[in-house]
């Protein structure tokens, strides 16, 4: 048999896949902090130690949208250390490189830059923690390309019509064209993909011949209706999709029996929530292809820290004890407690022989409480294990089994607290917890101009990205657009206009017009933002000032309470000039560092008001759009795409290498792909298996 070093011949691609590292998550916790770093420094370690040709991320490298300068520093520094050198890069770009990077005023692949010495090429898409904002549509991602250290590609500049215009790479015989596409709102691309508005460019000549390898970041499983986008959507003429944004690692790849690829989900490098699909052990792939032959190699992570979970129903364990016991909760404290460390026991056993794995682990035990029981204190017990767990402030988490949903028969007999209140938030995002409230509150409480999509984006723009007027700025857009609607429409009783206003809100759900309000307001609150200076100061400083100004670490930076004796008043540092979180709704504060005041009567309108008749209200005097509607056209014409091979930029040759076609249907025979998988871990077996022919069923 055939060595490993033997099997990596010149005809080849050696690929490290992974996605989902999140950079910075929790850097500033005392035992968490350095994980994320940690285990990106192994995969780049891991990616020089196996000589790959380069290496491909699927997306949110790092955790938040603004990253920090440690983070920033602490990635730059280690892709400067592994993927730098005089190592020589083995294969060649064959596509139009202008068009394959076309977020960088150096539209070319890094190593081919004559002012670096690239010796591992890394290619990643925009995950939804790390993608592109503000007027130019920049992200985390952009700023490693300029400085020639990652190749950002698959990033789409239309929210009409996409385009995949493939990365097309050849190294010895082999050639692969590598499909990106960084991370778009699920319920858009969905509905992209059913208007036939996403189209993958393929090579014209020989297309038998090349190895189609995709990149994708959406929700892979089923949140809701359209929030996912389904494997059937992809076109069948990919050989493997490599999934990015689902963090349980399910990095075996798993044959799609309708669409004949395989998909790949590697997961996530660290555990970001307390969930069961992190507890999943962790792996990264080394993919390798030769012609259209491929195999994946499992590569567990040794420095992500231990995550283990179970769940104790109560009322399981009536033998022991029930409701009516006398001192039940002291019981029900010694049962968690055991399982507690029965979890410590095995995740020190599954560490011996592990020096990089972390020395504490992640615990967490799910008490179903459901049946009469109550909740005993869980920081007492807590308090237990602090010097042995990495999380001892949420060990333990009580919930109950979700109620069947009673019937709303009339508004007085509502249980907000019931429509509110979800039996285990964990694992949910803020546009999730806002489309379930809305859909068990609207059948008596039903909102009369924004919609539930809307307000869960603005919500999702206020917590992930710190947009506080992303909510005002929505419901003062949707106030004003509907007051022009109702004056166009000439309607004048109050009945005829409640009727007008819900029959114009229902037109616009899940439609391209109320995508376009809501980015339209999400720019408005992002251009007030920079109007009033506040992008002078990076979240660092700003958080430098609130401990010398607050003595606190939180990211609140509304003003503090008057104090004495301290010499803080509030022309001091205390008042910062920002508005408390739910803006909208405050009270009016005193302007600070140069910020011109708002109008008093804009900042007191509570949300109630903005949902009063149209003619109760007075409307604004200034409109800063216009809103008439755009014909959207579809060219669904055979156009070819000339492709430029690109070598350094100062000689780019002219002459034709290849050329795009659009594929004619989903429906394409594949009969003559003849794509082989090996899973198998054992270094031993010839991972390359013969050509055999695919049929569909």
Known sequence: MSSESTLDDEDTFKILIATDVHLGYLEKDAIRGSDSYNTLDEILKCAKTNQVDFILLGGDLFHENKPSRRCLHSCITMMRNYCMGDSPVQFSILSDQTVNFNTTQFPWVNYQDENLNISIPVFSIHGNHDDPTGSEGLCALDLLSASGLVNHFGHSHSVDKIEISPILLQKGSTKLALYGLGSIPDERLYRMFVNNQVTMLRPKEDQDDWFNLFTIHQNRSKHGPTNYIPEQFLDDFLDLVVWGHEHECLIAPSRNERQLFYVTQPGSSVATSLSPGEATKKHIGLLRVKGRKMNLQ??????????????????????????????????????????????????????????????????????????????????????????????????????????????????????????????????????????????AAEQKVQLSLLTEQGMG?????????????????????????????????????????????????????????????????????????????????????????????????????????????????????????????????????????????????????????????????????????????????????????????????????????????????????????????????????????????????
Request: hydrophobic share 30%; net charge negative.
């Open 457 to 697: 984006k603005a919500i999702q723009e206020f917590v992930d990205k710190d947009e506080k007027d992303a909510i005002e700025e929505l419901i003062t857009y949707q106030l004003e657009k509907t007051q022009r609607h109702l004056q166009a429409r000439g309607v004048i009783t109050e009945q005829d206009i409640d009727t007008e206003i819900q029959r114009f809100r229902e037109s616009k759900k899940n439609t391209t017009e109320e995508e376009d309000e809501i980015r339209e307001a999400i720019e408005r609150a992002k251009a007030n933002r920079i109007e009033r200076g506040d992008d002078q100061m990076d979240p660092d400083t700003l958080e430098d000032l609130a401990d010398v100004a607050m003595d606190s670490d939180e990211d609140s930076f509304s003003p503090p309470a008057p104090t004495r004796g301290r010499g803080r008043g509030s022309r001091a540092r205390g008042g910062r000039g920002r508005a408390a979180r739910g803006g909208a709704a405050s009270e009016p504060k005193p302007a600070s560092r140069g910020r011109a005041p708002k109008p008093s009567a804009s900042q007191s309108r509570s949300i109630m008001q903005a949902f009063q008749a149209p003619s109760q209200r007075s409307s604004r005097k200034t409109a800063k759009t216009s809103y008439a509607e755009e014909e959207v056209i579809i060219d669904d014409s055979d156009e070819d795409f000339p492709v430029v091979k690109a070598t350094r930029p100062a000689s780019r040759p002219a002459s034709m290498s290849s050329s795009f076609s659009k594929p004619a249907s989903q429906s394409q025979s594949s009969s003559s792909r003849g794509v082989m998988f090996d899973d198998s871990d054992d270094d031993e077996v010839d991972p390359f298996k013969g050509r055999r022919n695919r049929s569909r069923r």
């Open 298 to 439: 499992k590569i567990p992570l040794k420095t992500v820290r231990q995550f283990f979970i179970q769940d104790v129903v109560l009322a399981d364990y009536e033998d022991r004890f029930t409701p009516e016991t006398p001192q039940v909760n002291k019981k029900v404290e010694d049962l968690c407690y055991a399982k507690v460390l029965e979890m410590l026991e095995e995740a020190e056993r599954e560490r011996l022989g592990c020096p990089m794995t972390p020395e504490k682990p992640l615990i967490r035990l799910r008490v179903d409480y459901s049946g009469g029981f109550e909740a005993f204190n869980t920081s007492r017990f807590s308090q237990k294990f602090v010097d042995r767990v990495a999380n001892p402030k949420d060990i333990v988490h009580f919930l109950r089994r979700r109620e069947q949903k009673e019937d709303i028969k009339d508004e007085v007999n509502v249980d907000y607290s019931k429509l509110v209140k979800t039996a285990a938030a964990e694992g949910l995002r803020v546009e999730d917890l806002v489309k379930q409230y809305f859909e």
